[in-house]
């Protein structure tokens, strides 16, 4: 029997947990917003490898959500993320209200410039201050000397890494790779919104960037033709929506005419009313 991870709520009540393990115990932490998938998971499971103390924070941040109605349907399930968690090897779920990170009177975001102008940045005004913002606070309150994100969500890795580094936060910032269904699809909270018909749909996304990872390794560097083939592949697909298919540098999420190493795609779209988005690097040498 796996023991189950201790729920907190504010970080005293983490502080405390702390000091009561062994001096110099290392922590990690894993920030989600719950609806907890494999993708979490292989991120709790490198921390649980990594530190002595993992901590996954489960809130959902009203902050980073520019429709209302996005915020109400976003996948809530503690009681099942708390079991998933545990079992991956978290000793500390943390769980705090709204009023815990966002106190009366609350009146500070953290704005990063430049590499958040634009692709989620242009298609969800306020999204990125409100995740650089939330990032901030969690990293102060639990003060953790690993702290774990996803390749996947490949732009708000870049800015987090910037901020760690420009507001000197605590830690270090660890990415981990993206984990996919068996069929392609990048895991997601959100894929439980999709239909059964929409769900078939959304693989095109990896169909599409596997198909640009391809091409690339038959000797295309030509980023504008390998964007147009992807965008063709996907916009055969009727319950899906392209937002933007760009082959981006992977520091500044810049477009580029040529894909060199590191170059990475990156995709949006609507499957019926569910945003998705994915990430590939181009190069067949690239661990994805
Ligand atoms: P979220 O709960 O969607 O805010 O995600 C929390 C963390 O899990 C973020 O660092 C994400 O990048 C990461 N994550 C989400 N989906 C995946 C995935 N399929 N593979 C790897 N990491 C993921």
Redesign the pocket.
């Known amino acids: 029997m796996i023991a189950r991870a201790a729920v907190v709520t504010t970080p005293a009540a983490w502080r405390d947990l702390r000091a009561a393990a062994q001096p110099g115990a290392s922590a990690g932490l ?6 907890l ?4 998971l ?2 709790i499971r490198r921390a649980a490898a990594e530190n002595d103390l993992v901590v996954v924070s489960v809130f959902v941040n009203p902050m980073q959500f520019g429709d209302p109605a996005d915020l109400e349907n976003y996948p809530r399930s503690l009681d099942r993320d708390l079991d998933l968690a545990s079992d991956a090897g978290a000793s500390v779920v943390y769980a705090p209200a709204v009023e815990t990170i966002y106190p009366a009177r609350f009146a500070t975001s953290v704005h990063v410039s430049g590499v958040t102008e634009r692709w989620e940045g242009e298609s969800r005004p306020g999204h990125f201050d409100g995740v650089a913002t939330v990032v901030t606070i969690l990293l102060n309150q639990i003060r953790p000397d690993r702290a ?6 490949w732009q ?2 870049v800015l987090i890494r910037g901020m760690h580094t420009d507001l000197a936060l605590p830690g270090t910032i660890v990415a ?5 269904e068996a069929d392609g699809l ?4 959100r894929n439980s919104r999709l239909s059964d018909k929409e769900r078939a749909a959304a693989t095109v996304l990896w169909r599409a960037l596997t198909a640009m990872r391809e091409m690339t390794g038959t000797g295309e560097a030509d980023a504008l033709k390998l964007a147009l083939m992807g965008a063709i592949i996907i916009r055969r697909e009727p319950a899906v929506t392209l937002d933007y298919l760009q082959v981006v540098d992977p520091e500044t999420l810049e477009p580029v005419d040529i894909v060199r190493p590191g170059s990475r795609a990156i995709v949006a779209a609507m499957v019926g009313s569910t945003r998705l988005i994915d990430t590939m690097a181009l190069h067949l040498d690239e661990v994805q």
Do not use: I, N, W
């Open positions: 894993v920030p989600t917003m719950g609806g998938h494999e993708g979490h292989s991120l774990y994100f996803g390749e996947k969500d708000q890795l981990c790779p993206t984990v996919r990048a895991m997601s909270s």
